[in-house]
């Protein structure tokens, strides 16, 4: 039988919780988004497309990637590096002053994504069963 979570496991699921709620928020919160930067950048259509699917596209293709990283430098270490990436790119992306620096912002953001989601879900798989 094993005990009940305390404080300190509450706090650390929250904690885990924050970077993952951001990382699959930032799609939908694009999507509201999307027509006012339509007016203020004036992007082609064609750069309206790699605003919505440049982070995306990065978050999946490093997931693995970050995951194995993850693996070899600490996934505490990690987690803190994804979360000053996002956080900076976060910051560019608000400021941009083009499409094709929103375009590269975004890109930053996935980088910073796919450094985020193995850390977060790595600390609840990794453990053997029966040890929740």
């Not at 309206?48 to 995951?67: E, N, R």
């Not at 996002?86 to 620096?101: C, D, E, K, L």
């Amino acid at each position: 039988m094993s005990a009940a979570a305390g404080p300190r496991q509450w706090l650390g699921l929250a904690i885990l919780l924050l970077p993952g709620m951001l990382v699959s928020m930032d799609m939908s919160v694009l999507f509201f988004a999307l027509p006012f930067l339509a007016a203020d950048l004036e992007p082609t259509s064609a750069q309206q497309l790699w605003i919505a699917d440049v982070y995306g596209f990065l978050l999946a293709g490093l997931l693995i990637t970050m995951g194995a990283l993850g693996d070899r430098i600490g996934r505490r270490r990690l987690l803190l590096i994804g979360a000053a990436a996002f956080g900076v790119a976060s910051i560019v992306a608000a400021y941009s002053t083009s499409a094709p620096m929103l375009i590269a912002a975004r890109a930053l953001l996935g980088v910073g994504g796919a450094t985020l989601a193995p850390s977060t879900l790595a600390r609840w798989f990794s453990r053997p069963a029966g040890s929740h």
